[in-house]
Nanobody
Framework: QVQLVESGGGSVQAGGSLRLSCAASGITYSTVCLGWFRQAPGKEREGVAS????????WYADSVKGRFTISQDNTKNTMYLQINSLKPEDTAMYYCAVRTTVPWICQLYVREAALSRFAYWGQGTQVTVSS
């Protein structure tokens, strides 16, 4: 059984940093599509970062580029989202997701928030940024 467990969210002041973690069991992070999404109250879920662990570099939404960094540690089967220079508009529930079928189609599905293309999801972790 596949399970993704998220941690690392919290309440911070603008300009602060957080590191979100997404630990997997039942699958490995080799040759998969990893994605981070967020959903603010009253808004649709949006993709913010992705990486295909087989090859290629990460993708970031314009709103987070330069502030967010996606990475993975295959020895711990954990992916991370380092978020710096937090802004109040970053306040949202953050979700990790993994796509294992045709994983090289990664950036497109995260960018377009094609949620049904991701079979596995974390439970979400809340990030709240105060001004």
């Amino acid at each position: 059984q596949v399970q993704l467990v998220e941690s690392g969210g919290g309440s911070v002041q603008a300009g602060g940093s957080l590191r979100l973690s997404c630990a997997a069991s039942g699958i490995t992070y080799s040759t998969v599509c990893l994605g981070w999404f967020r959903q603010a109250p009253g808004k649709e879920r949006e993709g913010v970062a992705s990486i295909y662990t087989g090859s290629g570099g990460p993708w970031y939404a314009d709103s987070v580029k330069g502030r967010f960094t996606i990475s993975q540690d295959n020895t711990k089967n954990t992916m991370y989202l380092q978020i710096n220079s937090l802004k109040p508009e970053d306040t949202a529930m953050y979700y990790c997701a993994v796509r294992t079928t045709v994983p090289w189609i990664c950036q497109l599905y995260v960018r377009e928030a094609a949620l049904s293309r991701f079979a596995y999801w974390g439970q979400g972790t809340q990030v709240t940024v105060s001004s």
